[in-house]
């Protein structure tokens, strides 16, 4: 079974420092990984995901993710926040093989300080 | 259409009081989820549209609780007898293949 474990439920910085959320999943296979972003009132856009290619990911907005089969994580970063950072992040998984259910972490609520 | 629709963008019901939420998906997307977003809450999997097969109702959390898509294309989301508990945020998404999941922007439903 997959789980996706997510860090610290809310994250404040401060504009210009570096942005780390954490991920942690479990699998017995290689999954399929993905970082979402929800801003207040809308949906969820896809910031960057990783599908067995390069384990460096590199998305939208500034932020990267590194896969860690070792570490069985997926943490996401960005160098400097912005004040349109301030958003609630999901780390999501997908088994592969026959399970296509994309299962979300808690989310991560990101604060920016000026 | 360009993105993931979904109608009403906001539902106010009476406890006890059947409610249909729609999602039309991107055009060739064969993959078609709905999620459920409570308050102080992550996203909780409903149920999972694929192409022509039976679909995924694993995460359906009672009954009243109903989906059906037609001709592959738009879905639909139906609670029976709402209860307020079922006030939340319905999220839809679809995707043609593993990696590129388009969210609609949700329904929010009040059950009062």
């Known amino acids: 079974a997959q789980s996706v474990t997510q860090l610290g439920s809310h994250v404040s910085v401060s504009e210009g420092a570096l942005v780390l959320l954490r991920c942690n999943y479990s699998s017995s296979v290689p999954p399929y990984l993905f970082w979402y972003v929800q801003y207040p009132n809308q949906g969820l856009q896809l910031l960057l995901k990783?599908?067995?290619?390069?384990?460096l990911v590199k998305g939208i907005n500034g932020f990267e993710a590194e896969f860690k089969k070792s570490e069985t994580s997926f943490h996401l970063t960005k160098p400097s926040a912005h004040m349109s950072d301030a958003a609630e992040y999901f780390c999501?998984?997908?088994?592969?093989?026959?399970?296509?259910?994309?299962?979300f972490g808690a989310g991560t609520t990101v604060t920016v300080r000026a | 259409g360009a993105g993931v629709s979904q109608s009403p963008s906001n539902k106010v019901t009476e406890k006890g009081k059947d409610v249909e939420l729609r999602c039309d998906p991107i055009?060739?997307?064969?993959?078609l989820y709905w999620y459920r977003q409570s308050l102080g809450q992550g996203l909780e999997f409903l149920i999972y549209f694929q192409g022509n097969s039976a679909p995924d109702k694993s995460g359906l959390p009672s009954d009243r609780f109903s989906a059906e898509r037609t001709g592959g294309s738009v879905s639909t989301l139906t609670i029976q007898r709402t209860q307020q508990e079922d006030s939340a945020v319905y999220l839809c998404a679809s995707t043609r293949d593993l990696y590129g999941y388009t969210f609609g922007s949700g329904t929010r439903l009040t059950v009062v």
């Open positions: 999501a998984v997908i088994p592969g093989g026959n399970d296509y259910k994309l299962s």
């Open positions: 055009s060739g997307h064969t993959a």
């Open positions: 990783y599908t067995s290619a390069a384990t």
